[in-house]
């Protein structure tokens, strides 16, 4: 603050108060100056007051923006916040007729209060979210204590060497104007957001607020019509109404009327202040004292409110997360149950061929020395055996890959003859259902890094599911292609295509299209889901195009070997 309170009648007039929110952003010369002005007009205002009241300093209020503007700065722009400060702060001085001396000392001295606060609150990490109850306890603990008791002593024993100034008395006016200057601005600065503004003013919020603050003054004005009743105390829960209604803003709001109210009840020698016959001093000290502890009492409890409206925010987050997990748990195990039942189907069909065939063979006896027919019989017997084995392996890979466990081993191979094996594997049931089934690679073929099983795997459920969902006529094209950095295998069907609703549940465990196509196909679900996990597992990629009765299109990347080598 300044010696204004042990100096009385000096020359000058205060410009109207100013305010200029400061940022993180980058302090170029017009934001520097922008702040330097905020900073002296605080400055101007509150040495203007302490004319109007004889001298006696009531409220400082530049330490406040200054402590604002260095909590919302990063720690490399303090000097330039710093430097503005104390220009603002001896200018000030200086046009109310304070020596350079004396303004280079008080403007210092400001500098040691805010510092005091901002450098342990920054290290503490606690300056960045002030509603938090910890870092405003942490706040008020600092500033009424170390900050503003350091500034206090300083100042006073300075006035004393320079101008005879009673110490207790210039200390503990320097502090009390300086307690509620900080009090007041700083939170309000560093917590009242312009969306807090704008609130204030919204259809369903402007009628509550404004009734809040016409009750508060109504308040006010009975306090000074019959200043002989004890009604100070109605102040307390007009503002608490309004930390309910509006948070922090509306604390703000009520603060600064009554600040106001009761400024200008000193100043102008009018209203419940007024009759008292106490020394003006000690009615400037009541002032200071009432509205300090009425700020950091509504300023508590808004911080308890806010900390209250965040764990339940928290909670509804975390109940909302807890019903999705929910949804999707329940969706998986509804995935899982059809898994089964199709799973029961799928068994059940290659295990009856088995037992089948082997009974006729048995029950033929050995007598019979085998009719012409059992070769044909055995031929069924290891088609469905294998078949199962492949279901067996599909559920054990899937498996693994669920528990983290499937374990690949990169060798380089030549992806056109992996493709070309696979094709010869399903040649035959390729003509048997009148799909043709075409082969496109490059000269000289593709070389890959890749497990060779696990490509084998992704191959056949590809080509397998392209020619099973292909009608007769159509066709089934296997591309293989360089791009970027990878190697790309393209499966291209002609067959019966996929809904658009159902292409974001493929390649999910046990999820299958669901249309008249699928019902009538055998089918576990588990085939694009581990041609996805096999591809990422390479660190590629699947993708899925599709469009009914036009055809699928399906893109599995792998690492290509040369950009591997």
């Given at each position: 603050m300044s010696a204004m309170s042990m100096t009385t009648g000096l020359p000058g007039s205060a410009p109207p108060p100013s305010d200029a929110p400061p940022s993180s952003r980058a302090l170029g010369i017009g934001r520097v100056a922008v702040l330097a002005g905020a900073f002296l007009a605080a400055g101007l205002l509150s040495l203007e007051l302490a004319r109007q009241t004889q001298g006696i300093g009531s409220i400082w209020l530049m330490n406040g923006l200054v402590l604002a503007a260095l909590f919302k700065a990063p720690a490399r722009q303090w000097g330039v916040i710093a430097a503005a400060a104390f220009a603002a702060g001896l200018l000030a001085d200086l046009v109310y007729g304070y020596g350079i001396a004396s303004g280079c000392v008080f403007a210092l001295v400001d500098l040691v209060e805010v510092f005091v606060v901002a450098v342990p609150m920054r290290r503490l990490q606690l300056d960045q979210d002030i509603c938090d109850l910890r870092s405003l306890l942490a706040f008020m603990t600092l500033a009424f204590g170390p900050a503003i008791m350091a500034s206090a002593i300083i100042a006073a024993a300075y006035m004393g060497l320079a101008r005879h100034a009673p110490f207790a008395q210039s200390a503990g006016n320097w502090y009390m104007s300086d307690a509620l200057g900080l009090i007041q601005?700083?939170?309000a600065a560093m917590l009242v957001k312009r969306s807090d503004i704008v609130d204030l003013f919204r259809r369903n919020q402007l009628l509550p607020a404004f009734?809040?603050?016409g009750v508060l003054t109504l308040v006010y004005w009975t306090m000074i019509t019959w200043p002989q009743l004890p009604l100070g105390f109605l102040l307390f829960p007009c503002v608490l109404v309004l930390a309910f209604q509006q948070s922090y803003a509306g604390v703000a709001a009520g603060l600064v009327l009554i600040t106001g109210f009761i400024l200008a009840n000193i100043a102008y020698g009018h209203g419940f202040l007024a009759t008292t016959h106490a020394p003006l001093r000690d009615k400037v000290l009541f002032f200071q004292f009432f509205v300090v502890v009425l700020t950091a009492t509504m300023l508590v409890v808004t911080a308890v409110l806010y900390g209250k409206k965040k764990v339940e925010k928290q909670l509804r987050e975390a109940t909302q997360a807890a019903i999705e997990a929910r949804r999707e748990a329940d969706k998986a195990n509804l995935a899982k149950s059809q898994f089964l039942a199709n799973m029961s189907h799928e068994l059940r069909t290659?295990?009856?061929?088995i037992l089948g065939f082997s009974e006729?063979?048995?029950?033929?006896?050995?007598?019979?020395?085998?009719?012409?027919?059992c070769p044909e019989h055995?031929?069924?017997i290891h088609s469905a055996g294998s078949h199962l084995l492949d279901l067996v392996n599909d559920i054990l890979d899937a498996s693994k890959i669920e528990a983290g466990k499937y374990e690949i081993h990169l060798e380089r191979l030549d992806l056109a003859v992996a493709v070309r094996d696979a094709a010869a594997m399903l040649a035959q049931r390729a003509s048997e259902g009148g799909v043709a089934l075409r082969i496109e690679e490059p000269a000289g073929g593709l070389p890959a890094l890749?497990?060779?099983?696990?490509v084998k795997q992704i191959l056949l459920n590809l080509m397998s599911n392209a020619v099973k969902f292909t009608?007769?006529?159509?066709?089934?094209t296997?591309?293989?292609?360089?791009?970027?950095?990878?190697a790309v295998i393209v499966v291209r069907d002609t067959g019966v295509g996929i809904p658009a609703s159902e292409l974001p549940r493929l390649g999910r465990p046990f999820e299958r299209v669901r249309n008249n196509a699928t019902r009538t196909q055998p089918g576990t679900g588990l085939g694009l889901a581990l041609v996805r996990s096999l591809a990422e597992l390479h660190g590629g990629t699947m993708t899925i195009e599709s469009a009914e009765n036009v055809g699928t299109t399906v893109r599995v990347t792998l690492r290509a070997a040369s950009l591997a080598a």
């Open positions: 601005v700083a939170p009734a809040s603050i290659p295990l009856n061929a006729i063979i048995r029950d033929g006896g050995l007598a019979q020395k085998c009719t012409a027919q055995a031929a069924h890749a497990d060779q099983r696990a009608p007769s006529g159509g066709s089934v296997v591309s293989l292609l360089t791009e970027g950095e990878g």
